[in-house]
């Protein structure tokens, strides 16, 4: 049988990290929270025989090195996720361009591999976001996701569904960035991973990533170390984040492993896109994707 091709991906933060755990009224005093769970996906991933991309926020590198090292070693892909996982446009410009450079810098240092990819956190983007990107070195952005607008999120903004020039997103982006699009459910137009796999149920995203797959398309998935561990309870997190994690997150993950997919990384994924007669293309707004 031909498996397609499709993309899991990892957005290497810590439960810490999480915007809804640093607006939140309690603490924890353990600031390491979903760094067991990458050894434990390391090693789901040799049995399944998967290649893929670890976004990585460069401050686990500076603590944690040991980490990195063992990801970039298992033969994963490791880009960057900034360095505080803090959103963009929440900062100046100086504290943006020194996200976005320094994260490269230190996982180029940690891995001794090329840091070619960016995702920002929560998909939250400023307007000279390409050009930054562009700047640091980097040759593709994968910050986008075209689904319907979530009010307090992220979303309607863009109609992209494959690998494409970011300047079919924004005019005025350098052309030696390509856009990577994180995938939605075709007609439905919600996320197929992150939260939205714990909300849906495996069987929601893998029903996704086939439908795309007869487009065409290939899926675009991304899942986070912390949903996997087992998460001390926070005054003021809200209960969304801890639906479904832990065992059945674990669960729900070999369910998307089992399916007819050849398991890429991100990097593979653009090169495929570049190296056909041309990306698909979609409609976009001319101004980059906003979050919170």
């Not at 434990?40 to 893929?52: G, I, K, P």
Request: hydrophobic content about 40%.
């Amino acid at each position: 049988m031909t498996h397609s091709p499709a993309v899991l991906s990892v957005d290497l933060e810590f439960f810490t990290h999480l915007p809804a755990y640093r607006n939140a009224r309690g603490r924890t005093d353990r600031d390491d929270i979903g760094l067991a769970a990458v050894d434990d996906l390391l090693a789901v991933f040799d049995d399944y025989d998967v290649s893929t991309t670890f976004f990585v926020v460069s401050d686990i590198a500076e603590r944690h090195p040991d980490c990195v090292e063992r990801v970039a070693a298992a033969g994963h892909e490791i880009a960057s996720h900034t360095h505080r996982h803090r959103h963009l446009t929440t900062l100046d410009e100086r504290e943006r361009r020194d996200e976005i450079d320094r994260s490269r810098a230190l996982l180029e240092d940690v891995t001794g591999t090329s840091v070619t990819g960016f995702r920002a956190p929560s998909f939250d983007t400023a307007a000279d976001h390409f050009s930054m990107l562009a700047a640091a070195g980097y040759e593709y952005d994968s910050s986008i996701v075209p689904c319907r607008s979530i009010p307090g999120w992220y979303g309607g903004d863009h109609d992209i569904d494959s690998p494409v020039p970011a300047t079919q997103v924004q005019s005025a982006a350098p052309a030696t960035i390509t856009e990577l699009p994180v995938s939605a459910f075709p007609g439905l137009r919600l996320p197929l991973t992150g939260t939205w796999l714990r909300f849906f149920g495996p069987r929601y995203t893998t029903t996704g990533m086939r439908l795309l797959a007869r487009r065409g398309i290939c899926p675009i998935l991304y899942v986070h170390p912390w949903e996997f561990a087992d998460l001390p309870d926070v005054a003021g997190v809200p209960k969304r984040v801890y639906w479904h994690t832990g065992s059945w997150m674990r669960r729900s993950l070999l369910r998307i492993l089992d399916g007819p997919f050849e398991f890429v990384t991100a990097q593979s994924a653009v090169e495929s896109a570049t190296e056909s007669d041309g990306p698909a293309s979609g409609t976009a707004s001319d101004t980059a994707v906003g979050g919170q």
